[in-house]
């Protein structure tokens, strides 16, 4: 999993702190246990059983195997002194070395990209980028047991149990499905797997077989990661042959009116009509731009704040991991992704 802009202030990073202690000293009790032993482990299994007939037995023998990993929890609650400008978040994605070993990426799986394009409409440059930014292009995808991760986090870390504890059913369901092991796929410390970091649910609703070999396989699949890649934007409304983002210049009237839009760095979709009206210039569009209102968007650039106009898929983007810097990120190395392949 990516990391996502941050959004704790400073003044909570103490209270992160002691959440943390407090939340590792329980869980590290609880854990010398054995997590098929508590009350709330033996519901989940008792529910796993009723709705999707698994074996209650077969699962109390599995958990009774399963880890609680601390440093899963010290990552989920790590404090955040401020949140990170693009300058702090930028430079390592969009460095020359990740934008080589992205275009060596492309090159090597040029005709599984042209075929996604064609399929779903998704520039081959785009897809590449997340993988990129994701797992650098599958050199980093994780070293945590999935369902060691997941079950660290579904019963300790009560802040998102339900959302982890909604993934490890999921986790099972696709292990089940597709016949492993569920102790043998490792992922992120958030149970994210393979090259595009696709949680299980999202594998279950968005992975494919993309290469037709009888099986789906984000961790080793280049082809299978593409496809699903391309997938997964184009049924959150990715739009072909439209924008992402480009820069624009604020020149307004009244400058604080216009300032005040921005929430996080971001402005709320407006008609390029209003942004235009309110004073936002020098962008350059294409002719056929759809219809769709236009956000507008802040980057902190060579340590001055930079605007940019955000169309639709630039949104897509933020679906995948809901940060401005996350969603600009991906645009930028997939333009400097795309130069590289060309020369």
Known sequence: MTESEPTTPRRRSFACVCMALILVLAASSAAAEGYAQRPEVRAFIERMRQEHGFSARALRSLFAQVRYQPQV??????????????????????????????????????KALDRAAHSFGVPPEIVVAIMGVETYYGRNT?????????????????????YFRGE??????????Q??????????????????????GSIRAYAIDFDDDGRIDLAADADDAIGSVALYLVRHGWKSDQPVMTPARLEPEDPESLLRRFDGGVAER??????????????????????????????????????????????????????????????????????????
């Open 73 to 110: 929890i010290a990552a989920m609650t790590r404090p955040v002194v401020s949140p990170p400008t693009y300058d702090d978040f930028a430079p390592r994605f969009l460095s020359s070395a990740r934008i080589e070993a992205g275009a060596e990426f492309w090159r090597a799986h040029a």
């Open 270 to 343: 407006r008609p390029l009509a209003a942004w235009t009206h309110d004073g936002v210039t020098g962008f350059m569009i294409p002719g056929d731009l759809a219809a769709d209102p236009v956000g507008l968007a802040m980057l902190e650039v060579s340590g001055s704040p930079s605007y940019w106009l955000t169309f639709e898929n630039w949104y897509v983007l933020m679906r995948y991991n809901h940060s401005r810097l996350y969603a600009s990120v991906v645009w930028q190395l997939g333009e400097r992704l795309r130069d590289a392949v060309a020369r």
């Open 168 to 177: 490890l059913e999921q986790f099972l369901l696709l292990a089940r499905e």
């Open 142 to 162: 994780g070293g945590y047991r999935v369902i060691d991760a997941l079950a660290t986090l579904a019963f300790d870390y009560p802040r998102r149990a339900d």
């Open 179 to 200: 016949k492993l092991s569920p102790l043998a796929p490792k992922g992120s410390y958030a149970g994210a797997i393979g090259l595009p970091q696709f949680m299980p």
